[in-house]
Nanobody, 123 residues
Framework: VQLQASGGGLVLAGGSLRLSCAAS????????MGWFRQAPGKEREFVAGITWSASRTYYADSVKGRFTISRDNAKNTVYLQMNSLKPEDTAVYYCAADSRLRVALDRRSYDYWGQGTQVTVSS
């Protein structure tokens, strides 16, 4: 499956952004979808994940209550709504697809990756 992330940009602290990840090539609804991020000099970390049916979502503690992951299987797209952004949210954000049934926090579980979109939050 091919993934294309978009929606990043520059925003002031406290602002909002919505990231999108469009999938193509295989049956999108067969995949668990996740969002990860990587800040300069740091490892790529799990941000949020959603099961194929959207029945369950998972979040890193650092974004709980501020970020919301959702998906539209009819549009082959997964979203990440980011509110109350902080400077520490600055990173390149990646979407990823996993053919397993459960959301994994380990990036090594994911089979396909998008190219990343830059999010910069200024104070």
């Amino acid at each position: 499956v091919q993934l294309q992330a978009s929606g990043g940009g520059l925003v002031l602290a406290g602002g909002s952004l919505r990231l999108s990840c469009a999938a193509s090539g295989r049956t999108f609804s067969n995949y668990v979808m996740g969002w990860f991020r990587q800040a300069p000099g740091k490892e790529r970390e799990f941000v949020a994940g959603i099961t194929w049916s959207a029945s369950r979502t998972y979040y890193a503690d650092s974004v709980k209550g501020r970020f919301t992951i959702s998906r539209d299987n009819a549009k082959n797209t997964v979203y990440l709504q980011m509110n109350s952004l902080k400077p520490e949210d600055t990173a390149v954000y990646y979407c990823a697809a996993d053919s397993r049934l459960r959301v994994a926090l380990d990036r090594r579980s994911y089979d396909y990756w998008g190219q990343g979109t830059q999010v910069t939050v200024s104070s």
